[in-house]
């Protein structure tokens, strides 16, 4: 048949066939390409690894020895929760996790007649300790969580009928599905704090545009993570967390924080400046230009709005943004992410975010790089 490799066409070379259809450009960027495949394939293997091991706490059990610490496999299984752990199997997740740089291997000498491979944080797994401030682990966990995995499968009927893979897989969008199922609702709280805490670190260390603020509102705020971190370096400074009733509702007491519980859509408080983190990302150019119109007539003229999110191929064109994302290929993944979780959510270009930024009332605008994904757009009312 037209296209098919046939018996005719395979030749034998150092005891594999090789196709010689033309399909190929070359021997090697067949056998590369074959490569690469088998890799996409099998993508999920390492992320579902490094979940088992953070499910076992190895990160926590070696951090707790010290950041240079090494044990062996035996005093990792030691400190297992479970008596009689399966330690070949052990042995085999962390060769895989070393080969994939989250853990480090050195030759421990001599033990019970065999060389000893002992076990170490890499910078990798430095961000994957439960019990540190800053960690990846709840971003991990939610991820890498059944409920967040099964909408991915519906992927591609989101390119056939515009479906939301979120509400084909779990009959909700995704903030009505939280709203209705509390450990859902926590798992991503605790996901959004987590991820804010490594972010707010890195924003109030290279953005000054605070200072000069009386009142500031975080809307889409959470359980108030950002504001009280932004208040901590700011104390005179009147801050309002606003974001859904229910999310607030779970939310604890914060020095200087005042948490409201309402709508964006329909109105945001009053402040000096309104500050929104991954936000943005979640929704439609046309609800985007709702939650920027509320913003722009809540904020005098000399106000601004600070929005915290991705900005595509900004950091990867520009000079001034060296020092900027950490990979500029996480804005397209996050833009999937969004397409899989949320009606209308998308990454945006520059293009795309003055388009916006125009259409709910403001004109000039700053993008600041900073050393994460993130980049800070600043936005004064026209």
């Not at 290279?206 to 504001?227: C, E």
């Not at 945006?348 to 003055?354: A, I, P, Q, V």
């Amino acid at each position: 048949m037209e296209g098919e490799c046939t018996m005719s066409s395979l030749l034998p070379n150092k005891g594999c066939e090789i196709c010689t259809d033309e399909f190929f450009e070359s021997e090697e960027e067949e056998m590369l390409g074959q490569l690469h495949a088998w890799n996409c394939t099998f993508a999920f293997v390492e992320s579902l690894a490094v979940k088992c091991a953070v499910l076992l706490e190895i990160p926590d059990i070696i951090a707790r020895q010290g950041p240079r610490a090494t044990l062996s496999l035996s005093e990792i299984a030691a400190r297992l929760p479970r008596e009689s752990p399966d330690v070949s199997c052990l042995f085999r997740i962390m060769r895989f996790l070393v080969a994939k740089g989250v853990f480090r291997a050195e030759d421990g000498g001599r033990g019970r007649g065999s060389f000893q491979t002992r076990y170490g944080l890499t910078p990798v797994s430095k961000w994957f300790v439960k019990k540190r401030e800053l960690s990846m682990v709840p971003t991990l966990l939610m991820q890498n969580d059944e409920r967040i995995v099964a909408p991915w499968h519906y992927l591609n009927e989101c390119v056939m009928d515009g479906a939301l893979p979120f509400e084909r897989a779990h009959g909700a969008d995704i903030w009505s599905y939280a709203s209705a199922h509390p450990d859902f609702n926590h798992l991503v709280n605790n996901a959004m704090a987590g991820g804010t805490r490594i972010v707010m670190k890195t924003l109030l260390s290279k953005y000054q545009g605070f200072h000069s603020l009386d009142s500031l509102v975080d809307v889409g705020g959470g359980t108030g993570t950002a504001l009280a971190e932004i208040v901590r370096a700011y104390p005179s400074i009147k801050a309002i967390n606003y974001d859904l009733p229910h999310v607030v509702a779970t939310a604890r007491n914060l020095p200087g924080v005042e948490h409201v519980g309402g709508d964006m859509f329909e109105t945001v408080p009053a402040a000096d400046a309104i500050f929104m983190k991954w936000i943005m990302h979640d929704w439609s150019d046309e609800d985007c230009t709702k939650i920027l119109r509320n913003c722009r007539k809540s904020i005098p003229e000399t106000g601004k709005v600070i929005i915290v999110d991705m900005v595509v191929d900004f950091q990867h064109n520009n000079d001034k943004k060296k020092g900027g994302a950490l990979d500029p290929n996480l804005c397209l993944v996050f833009d999937l992410l969004m397409a899989t979780h949320c009606t209308g959510g998308k990454e945006r270009t520059e293009e795309e975010w003055k388009k916006i930024l125009w259409e709910g009332g403001f004109g000039d605008y700053n993008i600041i790089g900073i050393p994460a994904p993130q980049s800070v757009i600043e936005a004064f009312p026209r």
